[in-house]
């Protein structure tokens, strides 16, 4: 497991990179998460998959359902943890769906949930996803980027 946040790369738009992102405090997720009973665990913001990464590696007891707003980070998710099959389920959708969601997949209870709330690498350093202090780029600030309203709306 990576202990540094950082970026596939700089600067652009985000078109030819991948999204990748390493979360800080993974190992100490994990540590805390470990002895939760088996069952389905809930990472609010799955990004880039780190922490669901580390907890499915070493959580054998556990399942990961993971939720996003942004379809990129999405996407390389379910590639990077592809490998973990059906102990992984993504959806793209925002915190308050988390009730439909469960309902979906019917799960009765959860054994923990992960808020990880901010940013990602990825979207502060790719300039086209306008969140960027150190690069032009437009004012977009959209963690879902079919979403109507961009940041230079308001």
Request: net charge negative; hydrophobic share 45%; with cysteine.
């Amino acid at each position: 497991m990576a202990d540094e946040s950082r970026p596939v790369a700089s600067g652009g738009d985000s078109a030819d990179k991948r999204f990748e992102h390493f979360p800080v405090m993974a190992d100490e997720i994990v540590a805390v998460v470990a002895p939760v009973p088996p069952g389905t665990f809930i990472d609010c913001t799955i990004g880039g998959g780190g922490h669901a990464n580390a907890l499915l590696e070493v959580c054998d007891h556990l399942s990961v359902v993971g939720i996003d707003r942004d379809p990129v980070a999405l996407e390389a998710t379910k590639a990077r943890l592809a490998a973990f099959g059906d102990r992984l389920v993504l959806r793209r959708a925002r915190f308050d769906d988390l009730p439909a969601i469960l309902d979906e997949l019917d799960t009765a209870s959860v054994s923990g949930f992960l808020f990880d709330l901010g940013v990602s690498s990825p979207q502060l350093d790719w300039a086209d996803r306008g969140f960027s202090y150190r690069q032009n780029g437009p004012l977009d600030m959209r963690m879902d980027q079919d979403a109507p309203i961009q940041a230079a709306d308001l």
